[in-house]
């Protein structure tokens, strides 16, 4: 062993803390959980890692709960360090993986149990949600070990199955990832356990979740209106617009409150405010207080180099008056627009509020096909100014501000929420519906 | 041509006042479902029937009043009509819209609209009932004010078939630029100087009375939408409680916290506490109030019913005052005397003057007075200086009958300015007397000033202040070049429609389009949706501005006075001023955003694009 004089640089102390605090309000912590790890080139020229400390709170991490260890060689940091280590380590010598994370997804980690007698092989998890399916891929593995924390045969598989996966889940404790940055790996494990609670809120609306699934992995197109854009890891710092004071503002707390109320997983979903000419678009609009995301200034005409996300955002202001966008990944809505009212053969199309201010606030929220034609999407954004795409996420527009189109999401997921709790209390939804909602 | 939609009589009285002559006409539903009703029909009717070059007091100058589908239904607020003319105080389109009950019982007469044209020899009135129009004489009525004249045409008939009556005072009989039209008593078609059109005309009254009923075509929808806008007005605190508890003054202090409150004839926005104190919503209320009242199927009740009781044992009452008047002829005059500014407030109602284009006036009459430069203008009694109180009334009344220093107030602060050599002074745009909001506050209202189609209007030029303050979701960054123009023209447009709905303004603050939208599909049977709704406010905003051009109207009319672009006022501690290239870059940027040219033209395409058809009998 050998003992060096490691040197905690301020920017990444800050970037742990910042990510642990994060992964706490994204309830994919408990107080002491998870561990985080990023590899690193010394001055010296060699790899090191940096990993949280066991039993280190992620909310609140001191410097000192940040440890030091060769890449290749055990130091003193090893006896500190997360019991978990030599996964991450393992995980960190895959080419190309620059940071690993643990993470309780409680969500993605319910919606994997079984009660089958063990030792047995869990089924894989199939996302049937876009962000799931782009960013984990098809199917997710997911391992039963007899000893499920930091063991010799968790050491042995885990680094293997992320070899070819970002992602993978220890059944009954959480998620690994593997990732280019810790801002990827966090991002990873917020969009899993998105994808869990996509799937386990679809199971409390009595959705035929494995039917579904085989009808997406049969068909993905039919049933994704598009795959999210790629992950991006290197232009977070990046901001266009540092003169617009006050619109400035209005992105940080509107990427706050998206963040913080679960509208929408980390650095996923986009906002824009449009000029005359130019559009301000946040490519990543769920962004925690302390973590930035990029903030483009980009000409309002078409690009070719337009991702499919920004595109959408042009063609919406093109063809109406709207001056902001929000678009959000919501679980909640996810789930619902796959409901069926009991013994309906075709999928709802439209979810109606059943709660006293969803009721007033809007009549219904259309939910739109995946194919929806550009024409239909756009009339309904006239005319209800939020929708629910199935496989698209939700839509919102406003008249005048972020803060305007910042509310429908907000409100969807609440309308969600009410509907999903009446639903699993055995209450009759059609019962409790508006008259007013059948003429939309 | 086809049959009268639901939500409309299919009816339009057109009366050539030259000839006394009157007649029916059938209304186009085409009109109907790319005009709407209100401002956007009234505008349609207008652009089709004036000349643009004509002489805002001649004969030629054409008056249309219209009403909505939304009017004669449950809707909140929906009993509000709308005037459009050729205005003389800015010889541009005159758009004006109105409380009180006279819309309402316009179209239960079983008319969609009324457009008025030439002049009649002597004093004349109208009146209209089912199966009715009438050109009367009015010497009777001549020289009466608002008040007398209202009593004399509405009394002496039965409870529930009392009829209403719109007319203009001496004001407009005295061809004031500013003169107003009033109905019950104190709601005014106030600016623009509608009341001198009438004037011109030697039009003193409009009678209606009637009780037909519109059809509803579906009213499942229509009541969905009632309910979440009856809903949502109860929820908002400016329409659940600040209009009704403290009416428009309850503004006062709030504007005054955003920095936004004029003082001296807009020289900055700094006021003591204790002064505002004196005259704000809360003192209205506790000292003056007698009761708070509602238009017309108004829940809000923004209405001020006061007294002033006189040193001398005496007692008047009236209405008001609101905030405008509270702030342009309180603070922006240098004062702060309640009393003085509401019985001048109540001279301005009973005689038929704006008091927002009155107070704008005395105020730069009060400037160039401490700047020494008023000279002949003092041989005509006009020496004032800030803080005369006690002058308010007396001016109003002068300026009403054109007597004294009110002949020289009566032509409105830019010819009394540009008499002085000082037209800067004049804090005005298209010669139009701005609002209590400084501009210098808020980009958004700035650029609202300089575009709106009647001049410095906040009505017609969006009501920005509700978004610098009360905006709740919808507030908007107050300095923001970029968001300004598209958010200005949004709120435009929001306004377009509340005037061609004939519903109030402050509904604004509960919610937007879509409750409308059902209502009016549920009413008519007609696609209004919102998507159809946009097209319409748009259609409506670039025909107005095609008016404007052919009157002839250019991008030079669409800036602030120099005082907003040369001398900052400190908002937050921060000096703010809406510099020339600021106003330059937001004109140009609302423009394209418009779909005009670069002079603020609508272009060619842009009118086929929104099917604006050429003036009716006139190729393109």
Known sequence: MTRRAWTLGEEILTLFRSIGRASLLYDIQDSHSGNMAVKIRGADGADMILITATGSQKGDLDPSQICFLSATETDYGYYKASSETDIHQRILAIPGAGASMHAHTKDLSIATMDDLPKPAQPADFIPIDPLGRKHLGDHVHVDWFAVPSGSPEMAALIPKRLEDHPATVIQGHGTFVRARTLTEAFFLQCVANNAGAVVRTARKLKVDVEALRLEIQADPAAHLAYLPDAFTIDDDACCDFPEETEILREFHKAGARVFESRLSPFQTGSMSVRGVHDILYAPKASMPRDLRSPLRRLPLRPAETDTGELARHKLIYAETDFQTIMHCWLPEAEAHSHFRYPGDEAVSDRIVPVDAEGTFMYLVIPVLPPDVDEESFLKKLHEYKVVVVRGGGVWAVGHQSLSEVLHHPSSVREICLYRIGAFEQGLDLRKMEPKKAKKW | ?620
């Open chain 2, 1 to 620: 041509m086809s049959a009268a939609p639901f939500g409309f009589f299919g009816k339009i009285i057109e009366i050539d006042l030259t000839g006394g002559d009157a007649r029916v006409l059938p209304l186009d539903t085409a009109l109907v479902a790319d005009y709407l009703g209100g401002r956007g029909l009234a505008t349609r009717l207008f652009y089709d029937a004036v000349d643009p070059q004509c002489d805002p007091l001649g004969p030629d100058n054409v008056v249309v009043i219209a009403a909505s589908p939304l009017i004669g239904t449950t809707a909140p607020t929906s009993a509000r009509g709308h005037m459009v003319f050729k205005s003389p105080l800015t010889g541009v389109i005159g758009t004006s819209n109105s409380g009180g009950g006279w819309g309402h019982t316009f179209k239960s007469a079983g008319y969609d609209a009324l457009v008025i044209k030439g002049k009649a020899d002597s004093p004349v009135w109208i009146d209209i009932a089912p199966g009715k129009i009438e050109v009367l004489p009015a010497h009777h009525l001549w020289g009466q004010d608002i008040h007398a004249t209202n009593d004399e045409l509405t009394s002496g008939f039965e409870a529930g078939s009392r009829p209403r009556a719109l007319c203009i005072g001496p004001g407009g009989e005295n061809l004031v630029l500013y003169a107003v039209v009033g109905n019950d008593k104190n709601r005014v078609y106030g600016r623009c100087g509608g009341g001198a059109v009438w004037g011109s005309k030697n039009l003193k009254a409009i009678r209606v009375q009637g009780k037909e009923k519109i059809q509803i075509h579906d009213k499942e929808r229509y009541q969905s939408g009632y309910d979440q806008a009856l809903y949502l007005l109860r929820q908002a605190p400016v329409t659940k409680r600040l209009m009704r508890e403290l009416g428009t003054a309850g503004l006062v202090e709030l504007i005054n916290v955003i920095n936004m409150l004029p003082h001296r004839n807009f020289q900055d926005c700094t006021h003591r506490p204790e002064d505002l104190e004196r005259m704000s919503g809360e003192t209205i209320a506790k000292t003056i109030l007698e009761k708070a009242a509602g238009c017309y199927l108004c829940p809000i009740g923004c209405q001020r019913h006061t007294r002033i009781d006189g040193d001398d044992g005496s007692t008047q009452r009236g209405e008001g005052p609101e905030y405008e008047t509270v702030v342009l002829m309180g603070p922006d005059c240098g004062i702060y005397d309640l009393a003085a500014i509401t019985t001048a407030n109540y001279r301005c109602n009973e005689l038929g003057i704006d008091t927002i284009s009155f107070g704008g006036t005395v105020a730069c009459a009060m400037e160039l007075g401490e700047r020494g430069l008023l000279g002949a203008e003092k041989e005509g009694g006009l020496d004032l200086r800030f803080g005369a109180a006690a002058e308010l009334e007396k001016l109003a009344v002068d300026t009403a009958h054109r007597r004294g220093a009110g002949a020289l107030l009566a032509e409105g602060s830019y010819r009394l300015a540009e008499r002085c050599g000082r037209a800067d002074l004049s804090m005005t745009v298209k010669k139009l007397e701005l609002p209590a909001y400084d501009p210098r506050a808020s980009f958004t209202q700035a650029l609202g000033y300089m575009t709106s189609p009647s001049g410095a209007c906040h009505l017609r030029g969006g009501y920005a202040v509700s978004l610098a303050f009360f905006g709740g979701t919808k507030e908007i960054p107050r300095f923001s070049l970029l968001q300004s123009p598209i958010a200005i023209r949004n709120m435009q447009n929001t306004g377009i429609l509340q005037d061609s709905l004939g519903v109030c303004r402050f509904t604004g603050y509960a919610f937007g389009s879509d409750p409308w939208s059902r209502m009016l599909t549920g009413v008519t049977g007609m696609d209004f949706s919102v998507f159809r709704l946009e097209e319409i406010e748009n259609r409506v905003a670039s025909l107005e501005r095609l008016f404007n051009v052919e009157a002839g109207a250019t991008a030079a009319d669409d800036a602030l006075p120099p005082r907003f672009a040369e001398t900052p006022i400190v908002v937050a501690g921060e000096e703010k001023m809406v510099s020339e290239q600021a106003q330059e870059r937001m004109r140009r940027d609302y423009y394209s955003v418009r779909g005009w040219d670069s002079e603020g033209r609508p272009t060619r395409a842009l009118l086929e694009d929104l099917a604006i058809a050429p003036r009716a009998g006139r190729a393109s």
